[in-house]
C-alpha cells in the first residue's frame, strides 16, 4: 500500500426487517429451529424456497398482495428480494430471511376456511352454471381430451377408488410448468371433494378425498415439480389458494359464482383452467354420491 492511501472500507449488508400475512400452513415450520432452504423460483411478484428436509415438502412462497395467494404463502407488502435461482435462504425461528430481507408473520390466515352446511340443491343449481362459464371462457385446460381425466371424473362420479387412483397415478406430473396441469386438475379435484362433500354431509365424498390424497401424495416429491408436489400436499388436506376457495363460496351460494370463476380461470397460461376443470370434476361427484345415499 502506498503512504497516505486509505484502505478500502469493507462493504456492510444490511438486512430489512419485515413482516406479513402468513397461512396457517407455514405456523410450524416457521417455528421450528432454523434450517437452510433455497431459491426454487424468483420473479417480480414472488419467490419461492424449498426448505431442506427428508419430510413432505416444504415450500414457501413469498409473494406480493398482486399475486396468486398460495396456500403456503407469506404475503408482504415490502418489494421482492433481487434473488436467484440457487441462492441461499433461512427459515425457522418466526422468521425468513431470503436475499437481505428479513420477514416475521404479523398476522395469520386460514387456507382452508369451512364452508358451514350446504344444500346439495345449492350444487345442483351451480353445476350447469359452472360448466356454461367455463365453456364461454377463452381459457382452456391443458388436458382437453386426455383419457386419463375422462376416467378421472367417471371414478369420481361412481364412487370407484380404484378408477379414481389409477386415474391420477397418470396424470401426477402431466404438463409443462411449475404446476403440471395434471396436478392441477388433482388439487381442484380434493379441495372440491373435501370442502363440498363435507359442507353437504356426503360421505362417500369426504371418504374418497381421504384416499386419493392419500395415493396422490405418496412419493410425489419425485413425480412432480416441488412447487406442485407441496400444493398437492395442501389439496391433500383441503388447502387452496384465495380464488379457489372464492369459487367454492360462489358454488355454495355464498357469493358472485361467475365473478369468482373468472378470477380462478385467469390464473397462469392453464392453471386456472386445470384447477376449475378439477372442481368441477369434484363438484359433478359430490352431488352423483350424495344421491346415491353415499
Not at 406479513?20 to 437452510?36: D, H, I, K, N
Not at 428479513?102 to 350447469?128: D, I, M
Request: with cysteine; aromatic share 2%; hydrophobic share 45%.
Amino acid at each position: 500500500m502506498s503512504v497516505g492511501t486509505r484502505p478500502k472500507a469493507r462493504r456492510v449488508h444490511v438486512r430489512t426487517h419485515g413482516t406479513g400475512a402468513a397461512s396457517t400452513t407455514l405456523r410450524q415450520v416457521l417455528e421450528a429451529p432454523r434450517r437452510p432452504a433455497r431459491v426454487l423460483a424468483a420473479f417480480p411478484a414472488g419467490v419461492y424456497l424449498e426448505i431442506r428436509t427428508e419430510l413432505e415438502p416444504q415450500v414457501i412462497a413469498v409473494v406480493t398482495g398482486q399475486a396468486t395467494r398460495l396456500p403456503n404463502a407469506m404475503v408482504v407488502s415490502d418489494p421482492m428480494p433481487q434473488v436467484a435461482v440457487g441462492d441461499e435462504a433461512c427459515v425457522g425461528d418466526g422468521s425468513i430471511d431470503v436475499g437481505r430481507l428479513s420477514l416475521r408473520a404479523h398476522r395469520w390466515w386460514n387456507p382452508a376456511p369451512p364452508l358451514g352446511t350446504v344444500k346439495v340443491a345449492e350444487l345442483v343449481r351451480s353445476l350447469p352454471a359452472m360448466a356454461g362459464l367455463c365453456e364461454r371462457s377463452s381459457r382452456r385446460s391443458g388436458l382437453e381430451g386426455n383419457g386419463a381425466a375422462d376416467l378421472l371424473a367417471q371414478g369420481c362420479a361412481e364412487g370407484s377408488l380404484l378408477k379414481s387412483v389409477v386415474a391420477a397415478e397418470q396424470l401426477i406430473g402431466l404438463g409443462p410448468g411449475l404446476t403440471p396441469s395434471g396436478d392441477d386438475v388433482l388439487a381442484g379435484l380434493l379441495v372440491a371433494l373435501r370442502h363440498l362433500g363435507g359442507a353437504t354431509g356426503a360421505d362417500r365424498a369426504v371418504w374418497l378425498a381421504d384416499w386419493l390424497a392419500a395415493a396422490v401424495t405418496f412419493d410425489v416429491r419425485g413425480r412432480t415439480t416441488p412447487i406442485s408436489a407441496a400444493l398437492l400436499h395442501c389439496a391433500a388436506r383441503g388447502e387452496a389458494s384465495g380464488e379457489v376457495l372464492a369459487v367454492l363460496r360462489g358454488l355454495a351460494g355464498r357469493q358472485s359464482l361467475e365473478s369468482a370463476l373468472h378470477r380462478l380461470l385467469q390464473l397462469g397460461h392453464t392453471s386456472g383452467a386445470d384447477l376449475a376443470w378439477g372442481l368441477r370434476i369434484g363438484l359433478a361427484a359430490v352431488i352423483d354420491l350424495e344421491g346415491r345415499g353415499n
